[in-house]
Nanobody
Framework: QVQLVESGGGLVQAGGSLRLACAVS????????MRWYRQAPGKQREFVAQ???????TCADSVKGRFTISRDNGKNTVYLQMNSLKPEDTAVYYC???????WGQGTQVTVSS
């Protein structure tokens, strides 16, 4: 049974930084494409960033140069380092392995102007 536990969200001022973590059990993160998504109030869930089994990463244009996805294979955890945060980054952030149709509870990120 695959489980995802996101953490690290909070309230931060514009220009600040946060690091989100997604602890995964039931599957191995390095064997999946691991993705971060976010959903702002009243909007659809959108793709943020992904990391492939070979370590290659890609991200949405809206976060390019500010957000970095990484993973720790020993901890079976995926991270999202978010720098230069903007109010429009406010959302609930979720991680998801591509091989499984499940979602965690998400972690709330709120950026004040």
């Amino acid at each position: 049974q695959v489980q995802l536990v996101e953490s690290g969200g909070g309230l931060v001022q514009a220009g600040g930084s946060l690091r989100l973590a997604c602890a995964v059990s039931g599957t191995i993160v390095s064997r999946n494409v691991m993705r971060w998504y976010r959903q702002a109030p009243g909007k659809q869930r959108e793709f943020v960033a992904q990391i492939f089994p070979d370590g290659m990463t890609t991200c949405a244009d809206s976060v390019k140069g500010r957000f970095t996805i990484s993973r720790d294979n020993g901890k079976n955890t995926v991270y999202l380092q978010m720098n230069s945060l903007k109010p429009e980054d406010t959302a609930v952030y979720y991680c998801k392995p591509d091989l499984y149709n499940i979602w965690g509870q998400g972690t709330q990120v709120t950026v004040s102007s």
